[in-house]
């Protein structure tokens, strides 16, 4: 490291007009660069990016919705999660859920059956109902 930095010192000048070449091209392709940045995370091709639209695409949410989650507690808890679930269903149009009930899912159940969670899938948000959509069959009519 310290040959680095004695040959940083002797070289100031190059070093300084490195820089300043560094920052010139910085500053010319700002306006283009900027245009290529995005906020979307997905990575398409990637395992998880590719399930959750296979999840979008079959069931229409839930692939890229983060679920609800209700937790119940207190004695009964593990009984009442399906009486929830039904009603979370009735309430809202077209939403699925699991509890510890169902096939697989009896791990949402714990302490005894003194905490229990319902899951609750929605369908996609406002924003991205365009994209279910567009790809509904119904819609198209």
Known sequence: MTQLTDWVLRHRLVVGIAWLAVAAVGG???STTVDRLSYEFALPGAPAYETN???MDEYGGGGTNPPLLVVLTGDGAAKAAPQISKAVEGAIAKSRTATASDPGAESLTADNGQTSTVVVCTRPSLGDQSRTRARSPSSRA
């Open 53 to 55: 639209e296979k999840i």
């Open 28 to 30: 010319l392709t700002a």
